[in-house]
């Protein structure tokens, strides 16, 4: 066999062999595909930019019952893509006091002032917590592993909780002591039970991403599923 004859017989070989033909490549992509993770939308239902009249209604109704609430609140000015901007300049919301090393002010969506205020401020009080030290409340910013999803940070409606300071001045530190004791998984159950927020994001649920805080997001009127559904970050 001449040195060319070898070379093209060889070569045949190895493509016969090293590579897949169309039906198996064709089932590769198909398994690629099923085991990809699912797209799910980030925004409530019928969120838009800018907002919608819609939109601005809930607004209004949602300040309204800021006001009933007792909450001492202020309009906030327009701040990218938060649909109804207000700030709380005393960060208390119906007694439950919410601190940072940030400085501010600390502009959020209206429905989550409302959501801290009557549902998260009752629900830690039976935990005997006084106060939230966070981390991040707006920032505009995608998702860590989906760089084209807005975060719900981004449109005010999530707040990532680094500690809880109870009635006696212990602090619980989410990374130090979610594991030492039973409070604050206590408190991230009353979260979730409250049904005014989607599945709280913690050191119990995702290590890798939440390691040392509890990532809470309002959920608005429209954003009220039947079954509780887990935010990404």
Request: hydrophobic share 40%; proline share 8%.
């Amino acid at each position: 066999m001449t040195r060319g004859l070898r070379v093209v017989v060889v070569g045949a070989l190895f493509f016969a062999f090293a590579l897949p033909d169309s039906a198996t490549a064709a089932r590769r992509g198909s398994r690629a595909r099923a085991s990809a993770p699912r797209k799910v939308p980030n925004m409530p239902p019928g969120w838009a930019w800018p907002p919608t009249p819609a939109m601005q209604d809930e607004g209004a109704r949602c300040t309204a019952a800021l006001d009933r609430a007792g909450v001492v609140w202020q309009p906030h000015q327009a701040t990218r893509k938060i649909a109804t901007p207000v700030v709380v300049p005393s960060m208390d919301f119906a007694g439950l006091k919410l601190s940072s090393s940030r400085r501010g002010p600390h502009p959020m969506d209206c429905h989550l002032a409302l959501a801290l205020a009557t549902a998260l401020a009752p629900a830690l009080r039976e935990v005997g917590v006084r106060e939230l030290v966070f981390s991040e409340l707006h920032d505009y910013r995608t998702l860590a592993r989906r760089r084209r999803v807005l975060s719900r940070h981004a449109v005010g409606l999530a707040i990532d909780v680094v500690a809880l300071v109870a009635l006696d001045g212990t602090v619980l530190d989410v990374e130090r002591d979610y594991r030492r004791g039973d409070t604050l998984r206590r408190a991230e159950a009353l979260v979730n039970a409250s049904g005014a927020f989607r599945r709280t994001l913690s050191p119990g649920n995702d290590r890798r991403g939440h390691h040392d805080h509890f990532h809470i997001e309002a959920r608005t009127p429209t954003d009220r599923p039947t079954r509780v559904a887990t935010p990404i970050s």
